[in-house]
């Protein structure tokens, strides 16, 4: 079955620092990929989409990159601030016609001033 | 603030009560998605409706049911609860499909004693 995995345990770095996170998935062939951030008790927010065509997208600090072959998504916050300090969720599109889409459980990123 | 409304923001009930929730999608977005987040579960996703019409199904439960009306927004009932059932309930809007961006609401905190 399709399974997504992300770190659970929390990533904490030191406020100016560059955040990877990680998002590998098995028994899938996703035409693109998602990156949500979550705060406590609130929705996701929508961050980047990448096709799989693609290779790596940025948007201001983010920068998120999509491998197929090695069935991996990195996801890269540069000059990290507190404020970024969130959940953050990646999601894969629905395949093979099923439309139902999957998130990972999601990595907790603290960043420390 | 996303343009998706949710109402209530918090539910307590009884074990084996019914009660609906409501989603107000974005203006103009086609599609609402509903979805459940418990600790121990993540984001799990349960239907997706386009045009008032069933689009996708994902893990909803017999006991639970959805429907979009003609103006698009959308109720999600749940009935015979169970403790298992407490969650927070998100619901997401986006233009048509899943590779549009998705937009949450705020949520709706279910406790079921």
């Known amino acids: 079955s399709q399974k997504i995995e992300q770190n659970s345990e929390a990533l904490n770095i030191q406020e100016g620092k560059t955040a990877t996170l990680t998002c590998n998935y098995t028994n899938y062939s996703p035409a693109y990929l998602q990156w949500y951030r979550q705060d406590p008790g609130r929705g996701p927010v929508f961050l980047l989409l990448?096709?799989?065509?693609?290779k790596e997208k940025r948007k201001e600090r983010l920068k998120v990159t999509f491998d197929t072959t090695l069935k991996q998504s990195l996801f890269h916050i540069t000059a990290s601030q507190p404020a970024d300090s969130a959940t953050y969720l990646c999601?894969?599109?629905?395949?093979?016609?099923?439309?139902?889409?999957?998130f990972g459980r999601g990595t907790s990123l603290i960043v420390h001033p | 603030d996303s343009g998706v409304t949710q109402t209530p923001k918090h539910l307590i009930t009884a074990t084996g009560q019914r009660v609906t929730l409501r989603c107000s999608p974005r203006s103009g977005d086609l599609s609402v998605y509903w979805y459940q987040q418990s600790l121990d579960q993540g984001l799990q996703f349960l239907i997706q409706?386009?045009?008032?019409?069933?689009?996708a199904k994902g893990n909803i439960l017999e006991r639970f049911s959805a429907q979009q009306f003609p103006d698009l927004h959308s109720e999600l009932n749940l009935s015979s609860l169970e403790l298992g059932d407490s969650a927070l309930y998100f619901c997401?809007?986006?233009?048509?499909?899943?590779?549009?961006?998705?937009?949450f609401g705020p949520g709706t905190r279910l406790t079921v004693l």
């Open positions: 999601a894969l599109d629905p395949s093979g016609g099923s439309y139902i889409p999957t």
């Open positions: 409706y386009y045009n008032g019409e069933e689009r």
């Open positions: 990448i096709r799989e065509n693609e």
């Open positions: 997401a809007s986006s233009q048509n499909s899943w590779a549009d961006t998705q937009y």
